[in-house]
Antibody, heavy 122, light 107 residues
Framework: EVRLVESGGGLVQPGRSLRLSCAAS????????MHWVRQVSGKGLEWVSG????????DYADSVKGRFTISRDNAKNSLYLQMNSLRPEDTALYYC???????????????WGQGTLVTVSS | DIQMTQSPSTLSASVGDRVTITCRAS??????LAWYQQKPGKAPKLLIY???NLEDGVPSRFSASGSGTEFTLTITSLQPDDFATYYC?????????FGQGTKVETK
């Protein structure tokens, strides 16, 4: 079974840091680009960051550029998001997401984790 | 950035209705557009990729069309399980962007 399991969310004060992890299973992890997508409660979806299969290509939304860092460890089938200088507006459910097709730099998202909740508040 | 605009934002419909949702892009996506369904408390689910291709396991009452800047998602006969929020997404280029969502609710 193809599965993505996020962890690392929690309550954090503004300005502090948090590191999210995503454990992948059931597919050849190092064949696919991966992403983080977030969703504020009751609102729409916002793409946060993406990383190519070999970490050679990385992109960020403007809203997190310079504060968040995406990385992956293909040996551990894991994706990460280091979040620094957190702001209240970063409060959201963060999803780990897999590209559907390995042959393109960017593709539709066919597998989603259940999400991990990040709350930034004093 | 490519802006995605969905319409309507909310759609009231009954079981058995034909439902159509529209998504417009601020620039050409060619066919790099996906549709997702999200139910409360659940992660989004991929329905359609590359504008008109049905993802495995998705019922055939879902269909989609379009290219360039205008796309549609159609549910031919709405079922009780289809009441949800639907999002379009462009993956023509970074940053990936989503439409604001269309909530399909019971009339």
């Amino acid at each position: 079974e193809v599965r993505l399991v996020e962890s690392g969310g929690g309550l954090v004060q503004p300005g502090r840091s948090l590191r999210l992890s995503c454990a992948a299973s059931g597919f050849t992890f190092d064949n696919f680009a991966m992403h983080w997508v977030r969703q504020v409660s009751g609102k729409g979806l916002e793409w946060v960051s993406g990383i190519s299969w070999n970490s050679g290509g990385i992109d960020y939304a403007d809203s997190v550029k310079g504060r968040f860092t995406i990385s992956r460890d293909n040996a551990k089938n894991s994706l990460y998001l280091q979040m620094n200088s957190l702001r209240p507006e970063d409060t959201a459910l963060y999803y780990c997401v897999k590209d559907r097709y390995k042959g393109r730099q960017l593709d539709a998202f066919n597998i989603w984790g259940q999400g991990t909740l990040v709350t930034v508040s004093s | 950035d490519i802006q995605m605009t969905q319409s309507p934002s909310t759609l009231s419909a009954s079981v058995g209705d034909r439902v159509t949702i529209t998504c417009r892009a601020s620039q050409s996506l060619r066919s790099w557009l996906a549709w997702y369904q999200q139910k409360p408390g659940k992660a989004p689910k991929l329905l359609i990729y590359k504008a008109s291709n049905l993802e495995d396991g998705v019922p055939s009452r879902f269909s989609a069309s379009g290219s360039g800047t205008e796309f549609t998602l159609t549910i031919t006969s709405l079922q009780p399980d289809d009441f949800a929020t639907y999002y379009c997404q462009q993956y023509e280029s970074y940053p990936v962007t989503f439409g604001q969502g269309t909530k399909v609710e019971t009339k």
